[in-house]
């Protein structure tokens, strides 16, 4: 077998190689930012578990504001009710 004529074909074809995985990544990556696939798996999840922490309702913390808590009318009294 005469190897002289293929001597750097295997060197070519690894080069060939990295040279695509290397477009592959570059196009994942430019896809991941362009529609910010991370942030979403980030943030979305995010604002439901803030609005649970601040208000104690899944949801936005804008929109679950007025279920806090807090802002529901409480009252207590010490006289009970009449038994008439």
Excluded: C
């Amino acid at each position: 077998m005469n190897l002289k004529n293929e001597s750097g074909q295997m060197v070519l074809e690894y080069i060939l190689i990295a040279v695509i995985f290397v477009g592959i990544t570059f196009a994942v990556t430019a896809a991941f930012r362009d529609n910010e696939i991370l942030a979403n798996l980030v943030a979305k999840p995010w604002q439901s578990l803030a609005g649970m922490i601040q208000n104690g309702k899944w949801g936005t913390p804008e929109a679950t504001m007025d279920k806090h808590p807090n802002n529901h009318f409480m009252h207590g009294s010490l006289q009970g009710e009449s038994a008439l």
